[in-house]
T-cell receptor, first 111, second 115 residues
Framework: GQQVMQIPQYQHVQEGEDFTTYCNSS?????IQWYKQRPGGHPVFLIQ?????EVKKQKRLTFQFGEAKKNSSLHITATQTTDVGTYFC???????????FGGGTRVLVKP | NAGVTQTPKFRILKIGQSMTLQCAQD?????MYWYRQDPGMGLKLIYY???????DKGEVPNGYNVSRSTTEDFPLRLELAAPSQTSVYFC??????????????FGSGTRLTVV
C-alpha cells in the first residue's frame, strides 16, 4: 500500500538557524498536504501543493512539491521558538480523500 | 464556528469496558474521519465517511465501530477495550474536492487510557 516517509524524525535547531525536512511517497500523489502539531495539540492544516514542481511560501516557511510528485520538502528559515512542534506531510488515497500521514518530523528549538 | 468538537477530552477505561467517542462538526463537511495517534507516532486511519449513511474501514478498524446518521455527527464506538487501544483519537472533517480548501480540520482529540 501507499507509504509516506519523513526524514529526519527529530530536528534539533538553534534559534535563528535554517533547516529542511523531507517527505517521500512510495506512489505518485495528486497533491500533498502539510500539517503542524504543537506539543499536546492537534494537527493544523498548513498548506496543500498540487502542481509538479510547485513552490509556496508562508512567511518563513517554504514548501516544495517534487517534479515527479513523489516527494516534498519544508524549509524553515530563521527558526523561532514558535516553530516548535511536529510537522506532518500527508498524501491522499483514491476515494474519500483519505490521507496517509508520514511519521512526522519533531522540531525542537534551542534558544 | 466551533469547527470540529470532540468529547470527552480524557478518559480512563478498564479492560473490557466500552465507550463512545463523540465527534461533531458545524462546517457542513461531507467527509469525516477517525484517526488514532500513538505516542511519538503519526496518524493511522480507523474509519471514514463520505456522507450520512456511508462509512468504510481505514487501516486499523479492528475493535472499533462507527455510524453516520447525520452530516454533523460521526461517533466512534470502542467495544471490549484493550490496552492496545490506549492512544489519542482525532476526528477530522473536510469538504469534497472542488469546493474549496481540501485540508482537514481536526478536533482537539480524546486521550484514552485503557488499564
Amino acid at each position: 500500500g501507499q507509504q509516506v516517509m519523513q526524514i529526519p524524525q527529530y530536528q534539533h535547531v538553534q534559534e535563528g538557524e535554517d533547516f529542511t525536512t523531507y517527505c517521500n511517497s512510495s506512489t505518485t500523489l495528486s497533491n500533498i498536504q502539510w500539517y503542524k502539531q504543537r506539543p499536546g495539540g492537534h494537527p493544523v492544516f498548513l498548506i496543500q501543493l498540487v502542481k509538479s514542481g510547485e513552490v509556496k511560501k508562508q512567511k518563513r516557511l517554504t514548501f516544495q512539491f517534487g517534479e515527479a510528485k513523489k516527494n516534498s520538502s519544508l524549509h524553515i528559515t530563521a527558526t523561532q521558538t514558535t516553530d516548535v512542534g511536529t510537522y506532518f506531510c500527508a498524501g491522499p488515497k483514491a476515494a474519500g480523500n483519505k490521507l496517509t500521514f508520514g511519521g512526522g518530523t519533531r522540531v525542537l528549538v534551542k534558544p | 464556528n466551533a469547527g470540529v468538537t470532540q468529547t470527552p477530552k480524557f478518559r480512563i477505561l478498564k479492560i473490557g469496558q466500552s465507550m463512545t467517542l463523540q465527534c461533531a462538526q458545524d462546517m457542513n463537511h461531507n467527509y469525516m474521519y477517525w484517526y488514532r495517534q500513538d505516542p511519538g507516532m503519526g496518524l493511522k486511519l480507523i474509519y471514514y465517511s463520505v456522507g450520512a449513511g456511508i462509512t468504510d474501514k481505514g487501516e486499523v478498524p479492528n475493535g472499533y465501530n462507527v455510524s453516520r446518521s447525520t452530516t454533523e455527527d460521526f461517533p466512534l464506538r470502542l467495544e471490549l477495550a484493550a490496552p492496545s487501544q490506549t492512544s489519542v483519537y482525532f476526528c477530522a472533517s473536510t469538504s469534497p474536492q472542488g469546493t474549496g480548501s481540501y485540508g482537514y480540520t481536526f478536533g482537539s482529540g480524546t486521550r484514552l487510557t485503557v488499564v
